[in-house]
Every structure is written in C-alpha cells, then in structure tokens.
C-alpha cells in the first residue's frame, strides 16, 4: 500500500517546488489608463433666468467652464430628463431654446444636466422650474358661431365678438352682454376699444359702430366710403381703417381723409406704435411716419417681405400683428409648416417665437392684455371644433393700444 501511494506523492511535490519558484506575471493590460484623455468636467456658475424661467421666455442661458464645443467633444443637456435644443454653445456659456415639457413636469422642480463626451463628471443645475407657457382661456364649445375678434379691456377682461353677440370672459364665467345684436353684426372683422369708453367695431359693411361694453348697445358711428376689416387708434384718437380699396383715416370729428394708399391690397391688419402706422397684407409689412395730431402719413417704408424668408415661407400669410414695448415685434403667419407664431428678429430674419412645438399651429389674431399675456383667438376661420382662444404668459409687456389707453 505505501508503494501504491509512492509516485503520486512525489508528483505533487515536485509541482509544488516548481510553483513556488516561479514568479506569477499578470497578462499584458487591455488598454493603459494612463493613455487615456478625459475632457474636463462641465462646471456650472450662473443660469439666467434665476431659479426658474417664467412662461414667455424663449431662451435659457447657462453659464460656467469646460463646456465642448468641438465635434469630438459633444455637450448634451438633459432638462427634466429630456434634450433640449442647443441654440449656442461656447466654452463658458451654453443658450438653449425653451424646451416642450410633459404637462406634469412645468412648474415643478427640475434637473439641469450638462454631460460633455469625454468628461468623468456632469454638471446639475437642480431645483429648477419652467412655468407653463399656454393655456386654454375659457371653454367657448357651448357657443355655436366663430370667435370673429377679441380685445381686452383696462381690467383685464376678454370681449369675444360672435355671431350677432357679445361675450365677456373675466378668467371664471363667460356671459353674455346685453342681447342680441342686429343683423350687421352676422360677421365683425375688428372690435377696438376707443374713446368714451366703447368699443368700435366693424362689421361686414362698410359702417363702423360702436358698442357700450356693459349694456352692448349699438350705435352707427359713421359710415366709411369702402368696406373696411381692420382698424387702430394714435394717441390722438385719429383711426386707421382699410381693407381692400384704400387707406381711410378717420378724424375725431368724423370727417375722413382718404389717403389713396393701399388701393388694390388686401390690408389684413393695422397697429400703431412708436410714431408709425403699420399696414400689413399677407406678404408684406409697410410702415408710414405719423406726421402730426392730425394723422398725416409719412412715405411708405417696406418693413418685411415674408415670401424672401426661405422656402418654408412660400405659401405664408400674415394675419395679425403686434408689439411688446421695446418694439419686439410678433407676427401671425398662416401656412407655414411647423409654426404660427414668429418674431422679427435684429438681423431681419422671421424666428419662431418657440422652437419647440408648444404654441398651436393654427392662429387667426392675436392681443396683447394689459401686463405679461398675449391672448391668441383661433375662432376666426376654423370650424367650429377647432375654435379655442388661449392665454400665453409673455417675459414683457405690450407696446401701448392708444385706444385702450386713452380711456
């Protein structure tokens, strides 16, 4: 028996020797860490707006360090877990558009997050909240004619002109003023607040009325010598009326001064601001200097050609128009195939106020109140299912609406 177990025996021990002696070596590295180049980590100092982007704001400004900006070295930023679309990027400073939130995630806190390809770290900006930016203003379903024109009056309160009726909206109810109008009022093209108090309104004739807000009884202001769909005031309670067959102006007095402008162009909106009268059509922005208190027009200036803004422009159409009160201007457009909302921006160029997809695509007019909303009515040329008016929260207030103003 203990031969049996001899040989295995010495065999063991003769492993065992070996092993002992023979220094181990870990295979050759995969990579060496030491060649390896990591990006810097993103830093962030400052996020302008502070804390939160209020609704109206189009831009959200990130400042700080080792932000990438060359192809192999890519920056993401998440907000709220989503990405957003990079406006600008520089090594200390990143701009996105304002980004489409799931209606759950607006006004509540939120993550910033900065990755940068190459870097071991993120960058978080936490606790950081965007207001929403539109809501639907009031449930017009149970109203069976289009939304024909809005305005708002010093109090805040919207005025809906439909079908031979006039409706009030405060932010809770929606009522009905006085009864029902007469037969000019089948269709209103235009509806202005102006001295005195009332409202004047056009109606699908040539007669401009004017409505008392609280009892909407009528009076015929005055007869114009063509048809007219759209009207403004200058702070000296001069109007300016046109549709289709010229430019009329029409005195405090009544009298009217046919400037012989615009005859031939379809006028689909008017807005005075900063000493000029603004004439739109659906291709174009003029301008005319308001030469004195009696309404005397300067040369006609071309301000915007919409169909030179690209190939996305070509079918376009402006519809309304409108100021903030550093001169920011907003533009409805019409047809276009991702947005309907627009600013004029410095350069000359049309930008969407939001690039993201958060305002509807589809308005007819729109109306600054008195602060930080802008109401937009999509009642005019829609069916019936699709009428809607909706508030939208702005980062400035208006350019003034002398006829309002002067009340």
Known sequence: MKVRYFVPLIFLLAIFALTKCT?????????????????????VNSIIPKDSARAGIREIVINGENFGVTPDNNTL??????????????????VIHRPQLEQSKYNKPLDIVIS????LELAKVKNYKISTPIVQYGDFSAYTYNLFAIEVDKQENLYIATRRALLKYD????????????????????????PGGLLYALVSKNILYRLNPIT??????????????????????NIYTAKKDGLFIVKPDKSIINT???????????????GYLYVVSADNVWRHKILDNKGNLGNQELVLNVKEQGVDFSRAAISSLTFDKDGMMLI????????????????GKLAPYYKANILPKFI????????????????????????????????????????????
């Open 23 to 43: 220094k181990y070596e870990e295979p050759p590295l995969i990579y060496n860490p030491e060649s390896l180049q990591f990006a810097p980590s993103p830093k």
């Open 77 to 94: 930023v998440y907000v709220g877990g989503k990405v957003a679309e990079i406006k600008n990027l520089y090594p200390n400073q990143i």
């Open 116 to 119: 940068v390809q190459k870097a």
């Open 171 to 194: 932010g809770r109810d929606i009522v009905r003023v006085g009864g029902q109008l007469s037969s000019d009022f089948s269709r209103v093209t235009d509806l202005k607040f102006g």
């Open 216 to 237: 909407a009884a009528e009076e015929k202001y005055l007869t114009l010598p063509k048809e007219c769909d759209r009207l403004d005031f200058d702070q000296n309670n």
């Open 260 to 274: 012989n402008l615009y005859q031939g162009t379809i006028v689909s909106d008017i807005r005075v601001f900063n």
């Open 332 to 347: 409805v457009i019409k047809n276009h195939p991702n947005y309907s909302l627009f600013v004029l921006e410095n350069d």
């Open 364 to 407: 007819d007019q729109i109306v600054w109140g008195n602060q930080y909303y802008l109401y937009l009515n999509r009642g005019i040329t829609l069916t019936r299912d699709s009428v809607r008016v909706y508030r939208m929260g702005m980062s400035n207030t208006t350019a003034p609406y002398y006829g309002r103003d002067n009340l």
